[in-house]
């Protein structure tokens, strides 16, 4: 692979950084893949005036050039699919299938949003007294903080920066430390594809809060983007508060996945595949807590425990892998601990439950039962390849086991039965169902959850209103 970018873009320029140097580990290994210089304060001083000083003439930009420049970057990712997909596997161990599964995810929101760009509306409208007209105005709204997570490093920058710059807003990214790369690469691709300099700017940093708290209270940052975890995503809405700055929040999830009787359990068990173990399980859409109806329960059991034997553990490079190693150290101490917890409270296991010798930071396919509702198991986020699975007996109980968490970002059902899987759909509280699907993200849907998942929404037609604001104009004539 040709040598990468590997510090601060701002202005349209490689900075030197003026933070801390950060190792980024190839999780397959251990061994460091590349130092990054970090960003520190003064590059983020910078990145703002470089996007402030950018925002008039690209807020002015015709919406149809706007549109070409994310047009072309989706192409240029297609172009550059394989260079991107290695990058991924080798920052992040998710399995090559998975890593140019998500360049083409990632890319169709510039393709989606490029076509966004000459859409942006307003309406003219009669004051119901008659006495005036109301005209209404879309306008971006302004210089964009986005703060992405680790787990989709393309996918979850991309459905921010499309719709942002679709919209003529200005960016300055900040991604998570443990996949800069892959936001840098993006960085030089919008480059090359015309974005001007100042547009997108990307902050790569192993100590965020400083970084983000100093961002969030500079005057020029009008709005706050994250996607993350729901306890930083509570701490950023509160430093986001005192300038109430507009916020658009994508946190964690909790999804049940629910397999009915009358369900075909094949298919269930290969859109079980899907919820659970694309990205090896670390996915905010993942399904984390199976909902099966008692009478299948242990038929679905046999067959999902049979499809995740055949996986194969190894690194996301080799083509062979079905399941690649967790990002980090952190990640499995974290899952042993959430299994340990339960087997010692008498859960069954099925399959795997031991974390594989190292180097690298494997843990394997495991399916349990028996293991309690009231478990962290059950009630966090699993983020990782780690099934169990809870037999109910009735619909009711399901709706209120379903619904029995603060999250509610996303959630799978499978039935033979429509109505009832509508008639159930509906009184869940979760901002995105798959009915007889096991996957949900499209970027042509509006993805975001209810309760404590998150504010607001990406992608689809709701996506780019993130990114405007509105204000009217009352006029006679
Ligand atoms: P995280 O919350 O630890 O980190 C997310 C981002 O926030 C990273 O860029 C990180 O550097 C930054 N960050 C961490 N601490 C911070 C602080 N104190 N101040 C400012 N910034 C800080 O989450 P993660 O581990 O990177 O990602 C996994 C989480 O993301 C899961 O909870 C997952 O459900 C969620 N997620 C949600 C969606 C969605 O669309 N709803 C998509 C992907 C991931």
């Given at each position: 692979?040709?040598?990468?970018?590997?510090s601060?873009?701002?202005?349209?320029?490689?900075?030197v950084?003026?933070?801390?140097?950060?190792?980024?580990?190839?999780?397959?290994?251990?061994?460091?893949?590349?130092t990054?210089?970090?960003?520190?304060e003064r590059?983020?001083?910078?990145?703002?005036?470089?996007?402030s000083?950018?925002?008039?003439?690209?807020?002015?930009?015709?919406?149809?050039?706007?549109?070409e420049?994310?047009?072309?970057?989706?192409?240029?990712m297609?172009?550059?699919?394989?260079?991107?997909?290695?990058?991924?596997?080798?920052?992040?161990?998710?399995?090559?299938?998975?890593?140019?599964?998500?360049?083409?995810?990632?890319?169709?929101?510039?393709?989606?949003?490029?076509?966004?760009?000459?859409?942006?509306?307003?309406?003219?409208?009669?004051?119901?007294?008659?006495?005036?007209?109301?005209?209404?105005l879309?306008?971006?709204?302004?210089?964009?903080?986005?703060?992405?997570?680790?787990?989709?490093?393309?996918?979850?920058?991309?459905?921010?920066?499309?719709?942002?710059?679709?919209?003529?807003?200005?960016?300055?990214?900040?991604?998570?430390?443990?996949?800069?790369?892959?936001?840098?690469?993006?960085?030089?691709?919008?480059?090359?594809?015309?974005a001007?300099?100042?547009?997108?700017?990307?902050?790569?940093?192993?100590?965020?809060?400083?970084?983000?708290?100093?961002?969030?209270?500079?005057?020029?940052?009008?709005?706050?983007?994250?996607?993350?975890?729901?306890a930083?995503?509570?701490?950023?809405?509160?430093?986001?508060?005192?300038?109430?700055?507009?916020?658009?929040?994508?946190?964690?999830?909790?999804?049940?996945?629910?397999?009915?009787?009358?369900?075909?359990?094949?298919?269930?068990v290969?859109?079980?595949?899907?919820?659970?173990?694309?990205?090896?399980?670390?996915?905010?859409?993942?399904?984390?807590?199976?909902?099966?109806?008692?009478?299948?329960?242990?038929?679905?059991?046999?067959?999902?425990?049979?499809?995740?034997?055949?996986?194969?553990?190894?690194?996301?490079?080799?083509?062979?892998?079905?399941?690649?190693?967790?990002?980090?150290?952190?990640?499995v101490?974290?899952?042993?601990?959430?299994?340990?917890?339960?087997?010692?409270?008498?859960?069954?296991i099925h399959?795997?439950?031991?974390?594989?010798?190292?180097?690298?930071?494997?843990?394997?396919?495991?399916?349990?039962?028996?293991?309690?509702?009231?478990?962290?198991?059950?009630?966090?986020?699993?983020?990782?390849?780690?099934?169990?699975?809870?037999?109910?007996?009735?619909?009711?109980?399901?709706?209120?086991?379903?619904?029995?968490?603060?999250?509610?970002?996303?959630?799978?059902?499978?039935t033979?039965?429509l109505?009832?899987?509508?008639?159930?759909?509906?009184?869940?509280?979760?901002?995105?169902?798959?009915?007889?699907?096991g996957?949900?993200?499209?970027?042509?849907?509006?993805?975001?959850?209810?309760?404590?998942?998150?504010?607001?929404?990406?992608?689809?037609f709701?996506?780019?209103?993130?990114?405007?604001?509105?204000?009217?104009?009352a006029?006679?004539?």
């Amino acid at each position: 692979m040709r040598e990468l970018p590997s510090s601060p873009y701002i202005a349209g320029a490689w900075a030197v950084g003026d933070g801390d140097l950060f190792d980024v580990l190839n999780p397959a290994t251990g061994e460091v893949l590349a130092t990054v210089a970090g960003a520190g304060e003064r590059d983020l001083e910078s990145a703002l005036a470089a996007a402030s000083d950018a925002l008039p003439t690209w807020s002015r930009t015709a919406p149809r050039v706007r549109g070409e420049v994310l047009r072309r970057a989706f192409e240029l990712m297609h172009e550059r699919a394989e260079e991107l997909a290695t990058l991924m596997t080798l920052e992040m161990g998710k399995t090559l299938a998975d890593a140019r599964a998500e360049v083409g995810y990632a890319a169709e929101f510039f393709r989606w949003f490029a076509e966004e760009a000459p859409r942006i509306g307003g309406e003219l409208r009669t004051a119901p007294s008659g006495g005036n007209r109301i005209l209404t105005l879309r306008k971006p709204v302004g210089v964009c903080l986005l703060v992405t997570p680790w787990n989709f490093p393309a996918a979850m920058a991309t459905r921010k920066i499309g719709p942002a710059l679709a919209a003529g807003c200005t960016v300055v990214l900040k991604p998570a430390e443990d996949t800069p790369l892959t936001a840098l690469y993006l960085a030089g691709l919008l480059a090359e594809a015309g974005a001007p300099p100042g547009v997108v700017n990307v902050l790569p940093t192993a100590q965020p809060g400083p970084l983000v708290a100093a961002a969030l209270a500079d005057e020029r940052v009008r709005k706050l983007s994250f996607t993350g975890s729901t306890a930083v995503g509570r701490l950023l809405l509160a430093q986001a508060a005192p300038r109430v700055l507009r916020c658009s929040m994508e946190l964690g999830g909790n999804a049940p996945f629910i397999v009915l009787e009358d369900a075909d359990l094949d298919t269930a068990v290969d859109g079980a595949m899907l919820a659970k173990m694309r990205n090896g399980g670390q996915a905010c859409t993942a399904a984390n807590r199976f909902l099966v109806r008692a009478e299948v329960a242990e038929e679905f059991t046999a067959k999902l425990t049979d499809r995740m034997a055949a996986l194969r553990l190894g690194p996301g490079s080799d083509e062979a892998t079905g399941l690649g190693p967790m990002v980090n150290r952190r990640a499995v101490e974290r899952i042993t601990k959430l299994v340990d917890d339960v087997v010692a409270g008498g859960a069954k296991i099925h399959l795997g439950a031991t974390p594989a010798a190292g180097p690298g930071f494997f843990y394997p396919a495991t399916v349990l039962t028996g293991s309690s509702q009231a478990s962290t198991l059950a009630t966090e986020e699993v983020f990782g390849p780690v099934a169990a699975i809870y037999p109910v007996a009735s619909d009711e109980e399901i709706v209120a086991r379903a619904n029995a968490t603060e999250y509610g970002l996303t959630g799978y059902l499978y039935t033979r039965d429509l109505a009832r899987g509508l008639r159930i759909g509906e009184q869940l509280e979760i901002g995105m169902i798959g009915l007889n699907r096991g996957l949900v993200s499209d970027p042509a849907a509006p993805f975001g959850g209810v309760r404590q998942s998150g504010l607001g929404r990406e992608g689809g037609f709701e996506g780019i209103e993130e990114y405007l604001e509105t204000s009217y104009i009352a006029t006679s004539w």
